[in-house]
């Protein structure tokens, strides 16, 4: 499994690296990922999904070093809750630096997700930036619930599928909770 793990973390990266689409498996449903400070490839994103623009992405990180390396300031409440959430928990922050400019919410917000999925946090971890993840569908279609659910343009859209946990069903998407700057908690999605 571990070699399984280094050789797809591989090719993924390098696809990766030269602004290209990827398909993998999160620690919640199947995403279709690129790097994050790439604005042709969150382009690409976009256009794959058919995705609105001021619609926001989500981004996945490896750790909280690398959180704080991708958010100005970082609440001291999101470490608690993000150390005693109960599943995969997606946080919205105030000033996001050092990604794509296009990644950014109208309102200089970011999605961020520390993951705790061993390939996603290996192959974020690797890459040494943050990857995006969003779900492998067209927009305003159902959210997969396996790899055999994503639709043939998705497949044929991206530019490499990792070849792990396809015949596993995927649970729902992360919770998702804004956190501003200024104290306010909201929850987005349960």
Not at 114 to 121: A, G, P, Q
Not at 124 to 133: D, E, L, Q, Y
Request: net charge positive; with cysteine; charged share 30%.
């Amino acid at each position: 499994m571990k070699d399984d793990f280094k050789t797809e973390s591989q090719e993924a990266i390098s696809v990766l690296k030269r602004g290209g689409l990827i398909l993998y498996p999160t620690d919640t449903v199947w995403g279709i990922g690129c790097d994050s400070t790439n604005p042709e490839a969150v382009e690409k994103v976009f256009a794959l999904k058919k995705r609105s623009e001021s619609k926001s992405l989500i981004c996945l990180v490896s750790d909280f070093k690398m959180l704080n390396e991708y958010v100005e300031d970082v609440p001291e409440v999101a470490y608690d809750i993000l150390k005693y959430a109960a599943k995969p928990t997606t946080i919205i922050y105030d000033d996001p630096i050092r990604v794509a400019e296009n990644l950014i919410a109208d309102d200089n917000t970011l999605a961020i997700r520390v993951t705790k999925d061993k390939f996603c946090k290996e192959l974020v971890r690797r890459f040494r930036r943050p990857i995006v993840s969003t779900s492998a569908n067209v927009s305003g279609e159902k959210t997969p619930e396996s790899y055999s659910q994503i639709a043939p343009e998705i497949l044929k859209g991206v530019d490499y599928v990792v070849n792990l946990h396809q015949s596993k069903k995927s649970t729902k998407p992360s919770a998702i909770i804004k956190l501003s700057n200024d104290g306010k908690v909201k929850v987005v999605r349960k």
